[in-house]
């Protein structure tokens, strides 16, 4: 909604016209809409065959659960995944962007991605938004050059880390790690402590919940653990079975539908 | 310099759920036991239900300093009435009580959203639903706090209050056995557990009836 006299050829990205008026609004009282947040646990360790991260499985959308179960460890590569955090939908989109230009990019090379292409990728995407795409990620992967593990920012910093954690339940996954992280942990003993920092998070942020994911991922080889625990059953389920329908039916109506249409049988079929 | 606001709140709000049911001779009154502040956990083993009499029990939710400010001003306004008049308040005489009590601090409220539960001089089941300012309703049933827009449909759909403008005023009791009505509470706190992230850890039930009070508990998800 340019007010120029000449429009000059459409930029692509945000807008910001509407922003003084929004900030009149919200001076006003008015609320701004919500996006839906992942309020998130998400964790990643380097241990001695490659990486291992995990996320937990619920979605908010201010104090309320809008998914129990969704899947915040995203694909990237064959060897590559990410873990994200912040708005469900910027995390989503960039993952997905980034996975395909890491595909276009295996055929024109013809070789296997790199962690960094991701990592470079990813940051100079969040960097041009400044910080308005709202992902924070955890990024972990193994390639020739051995296991990588990264965090990155939403406006675009990135951290190397041994083991790193994300999200608004982070303290409590890393308050886990602080204590128990070594070098040179075994598979189990990684998936074990994984398992711990994000159940940490799952139980005392209420921001995250449900079930914990894991994905374990070595030289040549990925183990994705889609609900690898599963602590929190539903508490109650009554006795009743199931609770009568509450719906009574005022009318009934059936119209013949063929009485009113003219039906020709063995026609030509209909072009695409 | 731009303006400044001023960003200082007496109130915080320590979230959970409060539910009532009022049957023919007996009235269940339930709160989680679930204390949070932001996205933290203070304690999972809060109670939020309090007996003021004999046959009066508040659950309250919102911002507990306030809440257990009111309910100490309650009881010892109850144990003054107790002096004066040798008897112990009835239900609706409680309930007028807390109203008052709300409205005096009309200019600074107490952050407690109440369920008043329990029987009147017949005996029946009563349950009283209150905003924060004491505008209250004798119903038959009622949900407050965090989980209560996740309930309040639930229990509408499945108690059908008859509606308030109908004359003669139908009977505000609901035609429920105590075990049903147990049952139907325990439902809906489970349900509201799994998408209200400030509702959870225990559920803490009261069973008022001729008998006395029964206490009874359940646990939630922690998560």
């Not at chain 1, 995944?81 to 055929?107: F, I, K, N, P």
């Not at chain 2, 004798?138 to 827009?149: F, H, I, K, N």
């Not at chain 2, 075990?179 to 850890?201: H, M, N, P, W």
Request: glycine share 8%.
């Amino acid at each position: 909604m340019s007010k120029s006299a000449i429009d000059g050829p459409t930029k692509g990205g945000f807008s910001f016209d509407l922003c003084r008026r929004n900030e009149m609004l919200v001076k006003k009282g008015l609320k701004g809409p919500s996006f839906l947040k992942t309020g998130t646990t998400i964790v990643g360790l380097v241990f001695q065959d490659g990486v291992i991260l995990g996320a937990d499985t619920r979605a908010t959308e201010g104090p309320i659960v809008a998914d129990k179960n969704c899947e915040k460890i995203h694909y990237i590569a064959p060897n590559i995944y990410c873990c994200g955090a912040g708005t469900a939908a910027d995390t989503e989109a960039v993952t997905d962007m980034v996975s395909s230009q890491l595909t276009l990019h295996r055929y024109h090379t013809g070789r296997e991605s790199r962690v960094v292409t991701a990592l470079t990728l990813l940051k100079s995407h969040l960097f041009s938004y400044q910080g308005y795409v709202s992902a924070a990620l955890v990024l972990g992967g193994v390639d020739v050059t051995g296991p990588h593990l990264h965090t990155i920012y939403p406006h675009g910093s990135t951290d190397t880390l041994p083991f790193a954690t994300m999200g608004s339940g982070s303290l409590a996954a890393m308050a886990v790690f602080e204590s128990k992280y070594c070098e040179g942990l075994t598979r189990d003993e990684g998936v074990q402590l994984v398992a711990e920092a994000i159940s940490s998070g799952i139980f005392n942020d209420l921001g995250s919940g449900s079930n914990v994911d894991i994905c374990v991922l070595t030289k040549g080889h990925k183990e994705y653990l889609r609900n690898h625990l599963q602590p929190n059953p539903r508490t109650y389920i009554s006795q009743k079975g199931s609770f009568s329908k509450k719906t009574e039916v005022l009318l009934t109506k059936i119209t013949p539908l063929n009485k009113l249409v003219e039906v020709i049988e063995g026609g030509d079929a209909m072009e695409e | 310099m731009p303006i400044q606001q001023a960003n200082w709140s007496p109130y915080d709000n320590n979230g959970g759920t409060c539910v009532a049911i009022a049957g023919a001779d007996y009235c269940v009154v339930a709160a989680d036991t679930r204390m949070s502040t932001g996205y933290n956990i203070l304690t999972r083993d809060y109670s939020k239900i309090i007996q003021l009499a004999e046959k009066s029990v508040m659950a309250s939710s919102g911002f507990q300093a306030d809440v257990r400010a009111l309910q100490k001003v309650l009881e010892a306004r109850h144990l003054a009435y107790q002096h004066q008049h040798n008897k112990q308040m009835s239900c609706p005489a409680m309930a007028q009580l807390l109203s008052n009590t709300l409205y005096y601090k009309r200019f600074f409220p107490y952050y407690s959203f109440n369920v008043l539960g329990g029987l009147d001089s017949e005996g029946k089941g009563c349950v009283f639903t209150y905003d924060a300012v004491g505008s209250y309703e004798r119903v038959g049933y009622s949900s407050q706090g965090s989980g209560s827009t996740l309930i309040m449909p639930f229990l509408d759909n499945q108690l059908k209050s008859p509606s308030p403008l109908l004359l003669p005023a139908k009977d505000a009791v609901t035609p429920l056995s105590e075990s049903e009505a147990v049952d139907l509470v325990k439902t809906c706190f489970a349900s509201a557990t799994e998408r209200d992230i400030y509702t959870g850890d225990k559920l803490e039930i009261l069973v008022l009836n001729a008998k006395g009070v029964l206490r009874e508990y359940m646990e939630l998800r922690k998560d």
